[in-house]
């Protein structure tokens, strides 16, 4: 048995309150998502004050088996962390319903069968702070070009990426 995005996160942030009580998510990525919405493995990544000194990194795989954790501190906690990094709100869709809404959106524009390399990822957008945004991304191997969309994780709404 495999678990989307939403159980996964029950059991990393179990883990990632063992690392700082008040830890909560901030971003995810998955790689190689099936239409059931479950990747080879998650990489979330934990924050437990907005002015965060450290970034616990948790690796997990589809069957809920927390698989790494690494701690980053110092300068590389900018490669994590910005102006708009915000606590991930509960009431966010799953990843699977997030792979439904993208894989209809890219269907629309691009041969499916000609895509590969399939991931989700989960953020507030760096740029302005709205979201959160999942981002479907593929590979199109006819152009040579990874496309996405981005599904608001609230409201489902479907936006291209330009």
Do not use: C
Request: charged fraction near 20%; charge should be negative; aromatic fraction near 12%.
């Amino acid at each position: 048995m495999s678990y989307t995005f939403r159980e996964e996160w029950r059991r990393a942030r179990a883990e990632a309150q063992k690392w700082r009580s008040g830890a909560y998510l901030i971003s995810g990525s998955g790689q190689y998502v099936n239409d059931d919405g479950v990747p080879n493995s998650w990489s979330l990544r934990f924050i437990d004050k907005a002015d965060a000194d450290a970034v616990l990194l948790v690796d997990i795989d589809p069957w809920g088996k927390v698989t790494q954790t690494r701690q980053v501190t110092g300068g590389g906690v900018v490669s994590f962390v910005g102006q708009y990094t915000q606590r991930m709100p509960y009431d966010i869709i799953d990843s699977d319903k997030a792979v439904e809404l993208g894989k209809t959106a890219l269907a629309a524009k691009y041969n499916l069968a000609k895509t590969k390399e399939p991931s989700l990822g989960l953020n507030f957008s760096e740029l302005d702070g709205s979201g959160p945004y999942w981002t479907y991304m593929l590979f199109y191997e006819s152009t040579a070009e990874y496309v996405s969309v981005h599904v608001h994780a609230v409201t489902s709404a479907v936006t291209p990426v330009s």
